[in-house]
């Protein structure tokens, strides 16, 4: 059996738990034990908290790694940003040995150390590398035929320097794939949802980054955008609804890829929660039953 | 600049079929230099055309011959002999912005604030715009890989 630590981050368990319901439930049937990080706190935040203040970003990933590591087991994320940072620092850890020392010494204060044992990966990555889409593919009772715009999400390129930033996209469109829905190239893939840039201006972060990609989706004929990040669904979810107040009417379906999964592998819609959403991906749902 | 120094010296590199246009660099770069969320205090840009679906960044070329240093009546920008980096310093600038007039790009900017000219400092060495780019579409680079990604990126359409 494949043994992880699941990283859930903030935005999942706080926000859209039924990301977080999801996953457990694909995690369980493809036989991907997922043990919870106890005590685990914000990744931090991969850009600001960085340049804020680099020792403490660092000290608070390393602390988030030691928990996993204590369990003997590697890290996963479901969540886009805290890949960024708990590969970054754990990257830097592992090769600056001057780093690891002050992040220990202050770690010690809390009876903790990370030795830097442990590797980080993205739950596509183990879902498609570890699990195998073999196997993912045995679980898929119920294909879904809907027709869906994906949304990679800018931390998913991350990769060591000189890598294939497309490699964990591409195990995104290929996991998307199988759930037996049509994915609808709509030109507009690589663009950013607009979320780094709400808090230094909220109109061009809604009307120059979401817009232009809602607008080339729905006239693709989507009936559903598939994303990876919660950060990106909510402001793919929350974006729609504030550009209301510009006049601007979009209300697309916005569902997670581990949503989708576990709805392609027959798990009642009901069962995942799905009313935490802001946008109707209940009715999608429903509307799947019935396709 | 020796003609081998100026080969090494390390740039700013920009790839435009990388670009998400997330503007993280110009986030990284208005805190690093502000402490500042914004877009506007940025010291380089991502532009985006929607039609087009393409990318494009302005950002400083830390210029061999830079003609913000030559037209600079203050002696404010300079250009340091060892790293090649060309900075502004902010005591010395009078806030004329000839540099901004005269650079090909435009890249000074006028602080309303501080009346005075800024531009790219290379973060002293380490970039932050490069450090948070994700897909790595800005990166650090000698000045002669920047030369080579140009020459196939840009002059082959030029010259089409």
């Not at chain 1, 994320?77 to 990257?91: F, I, P, S």
């Not at chain 1, 935490?276 to 509307?287: D, E, I, W, Y």
């Not at chain 2, 920008?77 to 901004?100: A, F, Q, Y």
Request: hydrophobic content about 35%; some cysteine; overall charge negative.
């Amino acid at each position: 059996m494949v043994r992880y630590a699941s990283f859930l981050g903030c935005q999942i368990p706080m926000r859209i738990p039924s990301i977080e319901i999801a996953s457990r439930k694909v995690f369980e049937r493809v036989g991907l034990e997922a043990a919870d990080l106890p005590g685990y706190s914000c990744c931090p935040e991969p850009v600001i908290s960085r340049q804020l203040d680099e020792t403490a970003w660092l000290t608070i990933s390393a602390r988030n790694l030691s928990i996993a590591e204590e369990l003997g087991v590697n890290l996963m994320t479901l969540c886009n940003g805290c890949y960024e940072t708990l590969v970054e620092a754990n990257g830097i850890l592992k090769g600056d040995p001057e780093k690891m020392r002050i992040v220990n010494e202050i770690l010690k204060g809390f009876g903790r150390e990370y030795r830097g044992t442990i590797e980080v990966k993205h739950t596509v990555e183990v879902l498609y590398e570890d699990v195998g889409v073999e196997r993912i593919k045995e679980e898929v009772v119920k294909p879904r035929r809907i027709r869906v715009a994906l949304h990679y999400g800018c931390h998913m390129y991350r990769e060591p320097e000189g890598g294939d930033v497309m490699r964990k996209p591409n195990m995104m469109r290929e996991l998307t794939r199988l759930t037996g829905v049509e994915i609808v190239d709509y030109g507009l893939e690589r663009l950013c949802c607009g979320y780094p840039t709400m808090q230094a201006d909220e109109e061009f972060s809604l009307k120059e980054r979401l817009l232009p990609k809602l607008r080339h989706a729905v006239e693709a004929g989507i009936d559903a955008v598939v994303l990876s990040c919660p950060a990106c669904h909510i402001q793919f979810e929350m974006g729609q609804v504030m550009l209301r107040r510009y006049g601007i009417n979009y209300n697309v379906p916005c569902i997670n890829l581990m949503e989708l999964l576990a709805l392609s592998f027959g798990v009642p819609y009901r069962d995942l929660h799905l009313e935490f959403h802001r946008s109707p991906v209940r009715k999608l749902a429903r509307m799947m039953e019935d396709v | 600049m020796s003609e081998a120094l100026t080969s090494r010296q390390r740039v700013l590199l920009y790839n435009p079929e990388r670009c998400t246009g997330c503007r993280f660099c110009e986030i990284a770069c208005a805190y690093y230099h502000f402490k500042e969320i914004t877009l506007e205090k940025a010291h380089l840009h991502i532009t985006f055309n929607e039609e087009k679906g393409l990318f494009e960044a302005t950002y400083c070329q830390h210029c061999d011959e830079p003609l913000c240093v030559a037209a600079c009546p203050s002696d404010a920008v300079t250009k340091d002999p060892k790293t090649g980096w060309v900075k502004i310093n902010s005591v010395r600038c009078i806030g004329c912005r000839t540099c901004t007039f005269i650079c090909p790009l435009s890249v000074p900017w006028f602080n309303e604030e501080r009346h005075i000219s800024m531009k790219c400092d290379f973060c002293d060495g380490d970039p932050q715009c490069a450090k948070v780019c994700s897909p790595q579409a800005i990166r650090v680079v000698t000045r002669e890989e920047a030369w080579r990604f140009n020459e196939e990126t840009y002059l082959e359409v030029l010259t089409r």
